[in-house]
């Protein structure tokens, strides 16, 4: 049972353009969703997080905008750029648990 | 930002040789560590979760016996596989967390192994 549903699995996306990627969980004790940026052959590295009571939190250019009622979240990456390509899973976690993965989406952004 | 390091970066091994692979949080204390295997374009499997002192706590599935862990203070894990077969071959990622309230896990860059 997977508990953590992200998708797209791959995206492409011009250079300049908005790349959206969401998430949606079914465990409502969850109450942190990160999102993770991996390169490949490195380790997934922390982009930013949410806690579900904000809506939303920004920064730079991304943002993550949290909907506690349809349990879903997703990532926005405002004027995406050739070097964000790479893999993004979003987590979610209860309290001090571990945190399940989202399978992954593979960003490609076009110059 | 808090860093976690591994080591080796990467290994190759003959099969039935055992790989050590170390992790440790730089500039933090870590008192839960976490074991992840990636498979090529999938997803992190959690292995096991370690907390300093305690023994490891393994997901389902996953072998104790020869995926053995150590998490010997608040800074080190280990993960040493025994007896490596090919079907070992992958990429472990290490994460530590940050002791208190906070959620975030700071991953480690991997471990390429690869078993002849």
């Known amino acids: 049972q997977q508990q953590v549903k992200q998708s797209p699995q791959s995206l492409i996306v011009q250079k300049g353009g908005i790349s959206i990627i969401n998430c949606a969980y079914e465990n409502t004790a969850f109450d942190y969703f990160p999102w993770y940026q991996q390169f490949p052959g490195k380790g997934p590295a922390l982009l930013i997080a949410i806690r579900p009571d904000v809506s939303e939190k920004k920064e730079g250019r991304f943002t993550i905008s949290f909907n506690k009622s349809a349990k879903q979240f997703s990532l926005h990456i405002m004027d995406s750029q050739p070097g964000d390509s790479a893999t993004y899973f979003c987590?979610?976690?209860?309290?001090?648990?571990?945190?399940?993965f989202g399978d992954g989406t593979t960003l490609t952004v076009k110059p | 930002g808090a860093v976690v390091s591994q080591h080796p970066s990467r290994v190759i091994c003959k099969s039935g040789t055992s790989v050590k692979i170390e992790c440790r949080s730089l500039d933090f204390q870590a008192t839960t560590m976490f074991w992840y295997r990636q498979f090529p374009k999938q997803s992190l499997m959690l292995m096991a979760t370690s907390n300093e002192g305690s023994k490891a706590t393994y997901e389902q599935g996953v072998e104790k016996d020869k995926f053995l862990i150590n998490h010997a203070s608040l800074t080190l894990s280990t993960l040493t596989v025994t007896s490596a077969h090919p079907e070992d071959s992958s990429f472990y990622i290490c994460?530590?967390?940050?002791?208190?309230?906070?959620?975030?896990?700071?991953f480690g860059p991997g471990t390429r192994l690869t078993v002849l």
């Open positions: 994460s530590a967390r940050v002791g208190g309230a906070s959620d975030t896990q700071y």
């Open positions: 987590a979610a976690s209860a309290g001090a648990g571990k945190s399940t």
